[in-house]
């Protein structure tokens, strides 16, 4: 079954660094996601992304993110300057069009931890 | 206002009993909902959806039921098995707005052999 995959699956940065996470969605899906779950907290989505642009984002995801489709593969959440409060699981789901479900698919997550 | 403790709900069964974990979405717009299992250190995995223009929808062992007059869903999961413990999330969308997915807060069940 196709997967949506992360890398790393854990990243410790120090405040103030810049840090990327990848993402290689699934190949044939046109719409591509970023969601974070602080540790005992629901997922909240940060952005959308598709035709190679941002179409929806989040109160969250102010200018200190980023997000680059580099390649026909990769899509990637750049966090410029990390804070703190930026520890978190991330997520990063792709779906396709018109199927029954969305074909939503999440991965496996990225945890980042800010010191 | 918005709860943001540490503490999941928490259903516990035993294994074989039937369990049924609520949901209330936020959006009355909201016209599409998913059941997601998350099971530790992994992302959030399909269960079941349903649309708005149906009260009611079954998969293999789940059943998916909407109230939209309360705004309430929940999920039912027959035969419990330990497998099935994990953290359930209910999720809502409203489809001519975009994929975009709000998360509920999250139940953990917790199947006791």
């Known amino acids: 079954e196709p997967e949506v995959t992360q890398t790393p699956s854990h990243q410790v940065t120090q405040m103030g660094q810049e840090v990327i996470l990848r993402c290689v969605p699934i190949s044939n899906h046109l719409y591509f996601y970023w969601y974070r779950q602080i540790l005992g907290q629901k997922v909240e989505f940060l952005v959308s992304?598709?035709?190679?642009?941002?179409?929806?984002k989040s109160e969250i995801f102010d200018d200190q993110f980023s997000v680059e489709r580099p390649d026909g593969s990769n899509f990637t959440l750049k966090i410029r300057s990390t804070k703190l409060e930026d520890s978190a699981m991330y997520f990063c789901?792709?779906?396709?069009?018109?199927?029954?479900?969305?074909?939503?698919?999440f991965g496996s997550g990225t945890r980042l931890t800010v010191v | 206002g918005e709860s943001v403790g540490l503490h999941l709900p928490t259903l516990s069964v035993q294994e074989g009993d039937n369990s049924i974990i609520n949901c209330a979405y936020s959006n009355s717009a909201s016209d599409y909902f998913i059941w997601y299992k998350q099971e530790s250190g992994k992302g959030p995995q399909f269960i079941i959806d349903i649309r708005s223009n149906m009260d009611k929808r079954q998969g293999q062992r789940v059943t998916v039921l909407l109230n939209k007059t309360v705004k309430h869903l929940s999920l039912q999961i027959a035969a419990t098995q330990p497998g099935d413990s994990a953290v359930y999330f209910c999720?809502?969308?409203?489809?001519?707005?975009?994929?975009?997915?709000?998360f509920g807060q999250g139940t953990e069940l917790s199947v006791k052999p």
């Open positions: 992304f598709y035709n190679n642009e941002i179409s929806e």
């Open positions: 999720a809502e969308n409203i489809s001519r707005q975009g994929g975009k997915l709000i």
């Open positions: 789901a792709s779906r396709d069009r018109g199927v029954g479900n969305y074909g939503y698919t």
